[in-house]
């Protein structure tokens, strides 16, 4: 049985006319006011024209018994939107499993290039490269329908792109230990003061979300 929502903000204009008739057609569940740690459903932004809340997370009714908890952080200086955060409840089988327990699927991260005036010219001489060709004639032949999975055309589509980056396009030098960037101007030390003591709510706030 769904737990009834609850909300401090009982207006509903038609925007949210439309997400509820959307979350209905596709068996979707909001998280806000169902779950602990917001069992009232709390506002998610103040701003001077008044309050809100329009923001959301939004799961699928088959995976909203994984939602243990659902906080609507403070509001911030920094955005009229109050930070959401939720707790997802995994089987410990996962964690343990072989098809998962590779660190390079989960953090080998796509290349990066750095694009610059000149980078027009020569991505575009280097799709028309017979290398890249005969990569885009392969995809072109692909049998959609006979290929079990859609992430094996993405793949090769992402194929094509950056073997033409790599012809073409310098790469993004990440330098570990570079220097610290300078503040912008504006930002003095009663900023830096602000950002330190947020810093610190938001850490005892993530330890202890139930803790008003």
Not at 4 to 16: A, E, H, I
Not at 180 to 198: A, E, G, P
Request: glycine share 4%.
């Amino acid at each position: 049985m769904v737990t009834p929502r609850k909300s401090f903000d009982n207006n509903v204009n038609d925007l949210g006319k439309h997400l509820l008739e959307m979350c209905k057609s596709l068996d979707l569940r909001i998280l806000n006011g169902r779950c602990k740690g917001d069992s009232l459903g709390k506002i998610t932004f103040h701003g001077n024209q008044g309050f809100s809340t329009v923001d959301y997370i939004i799961v699928s009714h088959e995976i909203l018994h994984r939602f243990e908890t659902f906080v609507v952080r403070e509001p911030t200086p920094f955005s009229d939107h109050c930070q959401l955060l939720s707790w997802i409840k995994i089987d410990s089988s996962l964690l343990n499993s072989k098809e998962t327990s590779n660190e390079d699927e989960f953090f080998n991260l796509p290349r990066q290039f750095k694009w610059t005036e000149d980078s027009k010219d020569s991505f575009t001489s280097a799709l028309q490269s017979d290398e890249i060709n005969k990569l885009i004639h392969d995809f072109e032949i692909l049998n959609f329908d006979h290929v079990g999975d859609v992430n094996e055309i993405v793949d090769k589509f992402i194929k094509i792109l950056e073997t033409a980056a790599k012809h073409s396009l310098p790469l993004v030098k990440v330098n570990k230990n570079s220097e610290k960037r300078h503040s912008q101007i504006w930002f003095d030390s009663d900023c830096s003061n602000v950002r330190t003591l947020l810093s610190r709510l938001s850490h005892k706030t993530y330890k202890n979300p139930f803790d008003e």
